[in-house]
């Protein structure tokens, strides 16, 4: 394995989290007697320029044509992209003659606002079931990867877009130089690129182990990313620090040749990500032992239920939660099922746990003790989904970055 940013074959170890199946492949009943390909998880981060990555092992061809995530599930996700778009419009002054391209477009939960708003664009989405649902919305949706090609066809016959949105897909793409060439070529020489990503700070700060999955190859700081976009002559120029996803960077970057200064929120990350060890090698290496802590913390509470007679469940199916269930080895005996909104997956089952997936319906007709929530990232949407649980004194508990009852960061030991 070499750099897939930089090319260098100097990769350290900063997180084993052994080997899971990959987290987006639910399995149907019949599935349950059949063995399951299961592939190594080992974040590596690059000694000479910094980025954290998997080996890509699972190409994204095997994931994401037929997709078991649908973006307008969250009602606080939409929200977000319509608060993003309501920004963009006035911060850019995008109106009839401008253009929008977001890459992996996902259901149109995002420019379904921007439709609205009557801008011009178009979405590129790899998957054909959600693609489909987008174009439902009213959504212009080609459904293909991003390539140079793509964008070079997309660029001939619709023109230069004033703003190429990619929102949580930098991450999902084990070609990082010609997909940053990609983003540039669909980009106007005046336009704009907005990338919203996970910020390994976070990940490396807090222990969020459950972030690294096999859709994504890499994991990055303002300062990595602000490399990669050199690579295809984009500088960052702006960022804004994000509470979605348990902490994320929203990058806004141009042509390098029409490009100002970084305004002072670039200075004041690249500075907090410096202060945290970020900038060298040595800050990484804690990661390990603090994803090796929040799973102790977690199956201790677990095994503290089992043995209290108490009565666990779980809350979402993210591809996350996967991840999380998988390194602590949680099975149904720990967490007896889960629930999702999601109705392509009820009657299905968590990849390698296998515990089963019904309709949140569930969690009201058999009043369980304790619903634990495995999209945390979320709790605050979710803490309100569930509040009929403690109608009947159950406690809603998330896993990260302790383990505690939502609404606070007070620690449940029992």
């Not at 253009?99 to 054909?128: F, M």
């Not at 602590?328 to 005996?333: A, K, Q």
Request: charged share 20%; glycine share 8%.
């Amino acid at each position: 394995m070499s750099c897939r940013l930089c090319g260098s074959s100097r990769l350290r170890s900063v997180l084993d989290l052994g080997a899971t199946p990959p987290c987006e492949l639910f399995l149907t009943a019949d599935a349950l007697d059949r063995p399951e390909v299961t592939y190594p998880l080992h974040l590596r981060l690059c000694e000479d320029c910094l980025l954290l990555q998997i080996p890509a092992l699972i190409l994204p061809e095997e994931t994401f044509v037929d997709y078991a995530y649908y973006s307008s599930f969250s009602d606080s996700w939409v929200e977000h992209a319509r608060t993003f778009v309501d920004a963009a419009i006035q911060r850019l002054g995008l109106d009839e003659s401008s253009s929008v391209v977001e890459v992996a477009s996902n259901d149109g939960y995002l420019l379904q606002h921007v439709v609205s708003a009557g801008i011009p664009c178009l979405g590129i989405e790899p998957s054909v079931n959600v693609g489909e649902a987008a174009r439902e919305r009213g959504v212009p949706t080609l459904t293909t990867f991003l390539d140079e090609a793509v964008a070079e066809q997309v660029r001939a016959e619709r023109g230069p877009a004033s703003l190429v949105v990619a929102n949580n897909v930098y991450a999902h793409v084990p070609d990082l130089l010609g997909f940053t060439r990609a983003l540039r070529t669909l980009t106007a020489d005046d336009g704009w690129v907005s990338i919203e990503v996970h910020h390994a700070l976070n990940l490396v700060a807090l222990g969020q182990f459950d972030t690294v999955y096999h859709e994504h190859f890499q994991y990055y700081t303002v300062l990595s990313i602000s490399r990669a976009l050199a690579t295809a002559g984009l500088t960052v120029v702006d960022v804004d620090l994000l509470s979605t996803h348990g902490g994320s960077i929203r990058v806004w970057a141009q042509p390098s040749q029409i490009a100002g200064p970084p305004t002072q929120a670039v200075v004041d990350a690249l500075a907090q990500e410096e202060q945290a060890g970020l900038h060298t090698v040595e800050g990484y290496l804690d990661l390990e032992p603090r994803s090796q802590a929040v799973r102790q913390e977690l199956l201790r509470f677990l095994l503290d239920a089992k043995a209290d007679g108490l009565r666990v469940v779980g809350y979402g199916a993210p591809g996350k939660g996967n991840t999380l269930l998988n390194y602590c080895g949680i099975r149904s005996d720990l967490l007896e099922y889960t629930v999702d909104r999601n109705p392509y997956k009820h009657g299905r089952f968590t990849p390698g746990t296998r515990i089963p997936i019904h309709a949140p319906e569930r969690i009201a007709a058999d009043r369980p003790d304790v619903v634990l929530v495995l999209p945390w990232n979320l709790e605050t949407e979710i803490a309100e989904q569930l509040a009929h649980v403690h109608e009947w004194g159950g406690q809603i508990v998330v896993p990260l970055p302790t383990v505690h009852r939502a609404g606070t960061r007070t620690e449940v030991l029992s």
